[in-house]
């Protein structure tokens, strides 16, 4: 009997330690698996943290951790993105973030000026299907009807690998009030060299649109206003040029911004709408002509697109847009066959309703890319 228990004791120890290899093989080639994709982890994590995480000298800040190895700084600051990469944001999966709320400690700053609350999508100026064209060149609106009848000669490539659509910034530092708190500190200032703060945070949102709707989207986040505001113009067409260069495959180029407007008494405008319950900045795109000083051959098409998004997203989503803004402007409109800016909201509306419109913006864009594809 006492044989038999200690040879039943002898094969259970076995047992267990066969279990215990078993155990430990498994948790060696987990953590092999952890430390071989450490990078992809991380990238994970920030995606759906919203943070920041440091590996040594690399920073994780919004790209998916393949972009992170494959930045580079060329001689004037902008990253380019190599040819191989995913551009895959999981952002777009998580639910809506809802808008902040003023901290209960807020105080109102000594010599505060109020925000007013404005919509400006009135469809003033010539009417163009859903939307309007706010017409300040020399051209008559038979003219610029007729322009209009120069379809947008594009087309894209659903679930290509290679980018189609390029979103830069030539004024990224611009940025937006935190809370909606119906008056703003005239001493603060309205950039911030924070990505999560400014123009880019917007750009990501509808990037981020387009990738999940199978439109391969990048985006470029240099600050090109920063140091010096002077010049960003010529900065960021370098930029567009050298993405242009390494991805012959981008037909459509936006430049985010941001509006500014105020009233002679101090007052802010904030124009905004409510969209699906939400408030939303209301977005103003501007479309150059030509000019003896800048020529600009493709502006006709570059307005059929802008109007045609326009129709798209007013069609979605009532009031999202103000009236096309059609002008003697350049902005570096002439490298591709698409190529418009975009004014989301004001100095006075807040971040959250920037974003998003950013958001509007890429679902909008990715409904008219889509019946445009080849």
């Known amino acids: 009997m006492a044989r038999r228990s200690r040879t039943r004791i002898a094969t259970q120890r076995k047992k267990r330690q066969g279990r215990g290899k078993v155990v430990l093989a498994a948790l060696t080639l987990v953590l092999l698996t952890v430390y071989g994709n450490l990078d992809t ?8 943290a919203g943070k920041n995480v440091a590996i040594g000298s690399q920073v994780f800040s919004g790209l ?3 972009e992170n ?6 001689d004037e600051g902008t990253t380019i993105l190599e040819k191989d990469e995913s551009w895959t944001d999981f952002k777009s999966l998580l639910p809506p973030q809802t ?3 003023a901290p209960a400690d ?6 505060a000026l109020p925000i007013e609350t404005v919509n400006l999508s009135t ?6 299907k859903s939307g309007a064209i706010n017409n300040k060149t020399e051209m008559s609106a038979e003219q610029v009807l007729s322009a209009l009848s120069d379809d947008a000669d594009f087309k894209i490539q659903l679930g290509a690998s290679e980018p189609q659509v390029l979103i830069v910034h030539t004024h990224a530092t611009e940025s937006y009030e935190n809370y909606d708190l119906g008056y703003y500190d005239p001493g603060a200032a309205s950039r911030n060299e924070d990505n999560a703060q400014n123009m880019t945070r917007v750009g990501e949102a509808l990037v981020a649109q387009l990738n999940a709707a199978g439109i391969c989207a990048i985006q470029d986040k240099t600050q090109h206003d920063n140091p010096q505001y002077t010049g960003a113009y010529d900065r960021s067409r370098i ?8 991805y ?6 936006i430049d985010v911004h941001r509006d500014a407007i105020q009233y002679s008494d101090g007052t802010r405008a904030k124009p905004t709408a409510q969209i699906e319950g939400k408030n939303a900045a209301q977005i103003m795109m501007i479309v150059g002509c030509n000019t003896s000083d800048n020529e600009l051959p493709g502006y006709a098409k570059n307005l059929r697109f802008a109007a045609d998004l326009q129709d798209v997203l007013e069609t979605s989503f009532p009031d999202l847009t103000r009236p096309i803004l059609f002008d003697y402007r350049f902005y570096n409109q002439d490298l591709t066959p698409a190529n418009i800016l975009i004014e989301v909201g004001g100095h006075a509306n807040t971040l959250g309703e920037a974003v998003y419109s950013g958001e509007l913006i890429g679902r909008g864009l990715a409904q008219y890319l889509k019946a445009r594809a080849g």
């Open 64 to 66: 998916s951790p393949s």
């Open 239 to 246: 930029t567009v040029q050298e993405y242009l260069k390494k």
């Open 106 to 111: 807020q105080q109102r700053p000594e010599g």
């Open 41 to 48: 982890l991380v990238g994970w994590y920030q995606k759906f």
């Open 248 to 253: 012959p495959s981008i037909k459509v180029v």
């Open 123 to 128: 469809k003033k100026g010539i009417p163009y």
């Open 69 to 74: 190895r494959a930045n580079r700084d060329d």
């Open 99 to 101: 808008e902040p709320a």
